[in-house]
C-alpha cells in the first residue's frame, strides 16, 4: 500500500469533514478520523481482504475484487 503525503491525507480529512457538516473543525476531524479508521477496519480501504470480510462496496467494486476473483497471489 503506498503511502500518503501529508497534502493528501489533509485533502482526504478536509472533504471527510466537508461530508460530516459539523460547525466545529476539531470535533470533525476527530469525527472524521474515527471514521477513516473504522472504514480500515472494515476492510472497505485495503485492496485485499479475506472472503468472508468482504463488505458489500466491495463487492460491487470491480477495482477492488478482481484480485479475489483471480485465485493466484498478486507478484
Do not use: C, D, I
Amino acid at each position: 500500500m503506498s503511502r500518503l503525503s501529508s497534502y493528501e491525507t489533509t485533502k482526504a480529512l478536509r472533504r471527510l469533514t466537508r461530508r460530516l457538516n459539523v460547525a466545529n473543525p476539531r470535533t470533525a476531524l476527530g469525527q472524521a478520523l474515527a471514521s477513516f479508521f473504522k472504514k480500515h477496519r472494515e476492510g472497505s480501504y485495503l485492496r485485499v481482504t479475506p472472503l468472508h470480510e468482504k463488505t458489500h462496496l466491495e463487492e460491487t467494486s470491480t477495482t477492488r475484487t478482481w484480485a479475489h476473483k483471480t485465485l493466484e497471489p498478486l507478484v
